[in-house]
């Protein structure tokens, strides 16, 4: 029991040590969003288990789910492209091509939006899962600088990983 003690006592400070030195490497406005305390706990955390196996999945999952989102916004481009062409081999008049790009200029947006609120979506359901995991630091929320936060510790989380 005391070896296990000594053990978790010796990586918690390596850990402590090096989420330390990676704050420090922020810019100063996020530094102080990064106080010891948190950095104690997610130490704490990192030392007790699991939590960068999960960061990795979540990271895959991610990767995962933005190249599909970008095949879609690919596919759904050449959609537009052959809906274009097929109106310009019926020689339609200049006005029925510039109705028609009007018309995929606001289709683009539409759909790039839905894809923004599905990755913002995708942000919500890795921060519930982190917070869930107990992951200090890591709790539902919109807005960009906590958000930005919290994307620091993930980067924290990875390159602790990575040793």
């Known amino acids: 029991m005391m070896e296990r003690d000594v053990e978790y006592e010796e990586k ?3 850990l402590f040590s090096r989420l330390k030195s990676m704050a420090r490497e922020l810019p100063s406005d996020y530094q102080q969003r990064v106080p010891y305390e948190l950095l ?14 999960i960061v990795k999945t979540l990271k895959e999952v991610q990767h995962g789910t933005e190249k599909h989102l970008f095949r879609n916004r690919q596919s759904y481009v050449q959609k537009l492209k052959e809906e ?21 200029l606001e289709l683009m947006k ?19 899962t982190l917070e869930k995991a107990g ?15 919290q994307m620091y510790l993930l980067d924290f989380i990875l390159r602790l990983g990575e040793r």
């Open 12 to 14: 918690f400070r390596k």
């Open 40 to 53: 104690t706990e997610l130490a704490s955390s990192l030392a007790q288990g699991q939590i960068i196996e």
């Open 84 to 104: 274009k062409k097929e109106l310009k081999s019926k020689s339609s008049s200049q006005f029925d091509l510039k109705e028609l790009e009007e018309k995929h």
């Open 110 to 128: 539409d759909h790039d939006m839905n894809l923004v609120n599905q990755l913002d979506q995708k942000v919500r359901d890795q921060q519930v």
């Open 135 to 149: 992951v200090p630091g890591f709790y539902e929320t919109t807005k960009p600088v906590e958000i930005q936060v």
